[in-house]
């Protein structure tokens, strides 16, 4: 069974620092990696997605990187700002026993980015 | 365009009704997902609808809850006979899947159940 490990699973920083967000996955057989967030009483946000043939994606500030031979991905915000204050979560698409691709969710990393 | 919708926002219902669930997914994606969000816990996966292919309910924890999706868009989630431990938030999302092509969800705002 697919286990999604996300490591700080808090983080208080200053604002202007570059942050590096992990995620681990325990079977490397996936389809592919998603990135959200999620603000305080609301869904979640696509940031990223990573499909298994890439090595990484970039939107803006953020640049997340996949390794799936090892488990891991990661998430790197430049440039930290008060507004990307949010819970992060990483999701992964694994095989199935009925055959369709099921998607598991890390707990996240809450990040509150200080003025 | 418009997002994925839920409804109702908040719910409150005694232990031992039923309730239901709506979602309204973003028009022409063929994926919906539902979720289980508990407090301090992680996003739980419920069930899969793709297309026309029968749905993965693989994730729904017991027998008291179900799932339907009409014309492949409007979905409902039904839970019998709630308990106090379906108290959650109940989140949906789409998404443009086709085969075992499998691209963004994209996620409602979700419906708070709190069972009394």
């Known amino acids: 069974k697919q286990e999604v490990t996300q490591i700080p699973a808090a983080l208080s920083v200053p604002e202007g620092e570059n942050l590096v967000l992990n995620c681990s996955f325990t079977?490397?057989?996936?389809?592919?990696l998603q990135w959200f967030r999620q603000d305080p009483g609301k869904g979640l946000t696509s940031l990223l997605l990573?499909?298994?043939?890439?090595r990484e994606q970039t939107s803006g500030r953020l640049n997340a990187s996949l390794d799936k031979s090892s488990g891991r991905s990661t998430l790197y915000i430049a440039a930290s700002q008060p507004g990307d204050s949010a819970t992060y979560l990483c999701?992964?698409?694994?095989?199935?026993?009925?055959?369709?691709?099921?998607?598991?969710f890390g707990r996240g990393t809450s990040l509150i980015v200080h003025p | 365009g418009a997002g994925v919708s839920q409804s109702p926002s908040n719910k409150v219902t005694e232990k031992g009704k039923d309730v239901e669930l709506r979602c309204d997914p973003i028009?022409?994606?063929?994926?919906l997902y539902w979720y289980r969000q508990s407090l301090g816990q992680g996003l739980e996966f419920l069930i899969y609808?793709?297309?026309?292919?029968?749905?993965?309910k693989s994730g729904l924890p017991s027998d008291r809850f179900s799932a339907e999706r009409t014309g492949g868009s409007v979905s409902t989630l039904t839970i019998q006979r709630t308990q106090q431990e379906d108290s959650a938030v109940y989140l949906c999302?789409?998404?443009?899947?086709?085969?075992?092509?499998?691209?963004?969800?994209?996620f409602g705002p979700g419906t708070r159940l709190t069972v009394t």
């Open positions: 999701a992964v698409r694994t095989p199935a026993s009925g055959g369709s691709y099921i998607p598991t």
């Open positions: 999302a789409s998404s443009v899947d086709r085969g075992h092509i499998f691209w963004e969800q994209y």
């Open positions: 609808f793709q297309g026309n292919s029968a749905p993965d």
């Open positions: 079977d490397s057989a996936i389809y592919n």
């Open positions: 990573i499909q298994s043939s890439q």
């Open positions: 028009s022409g994606h063929t994926a």
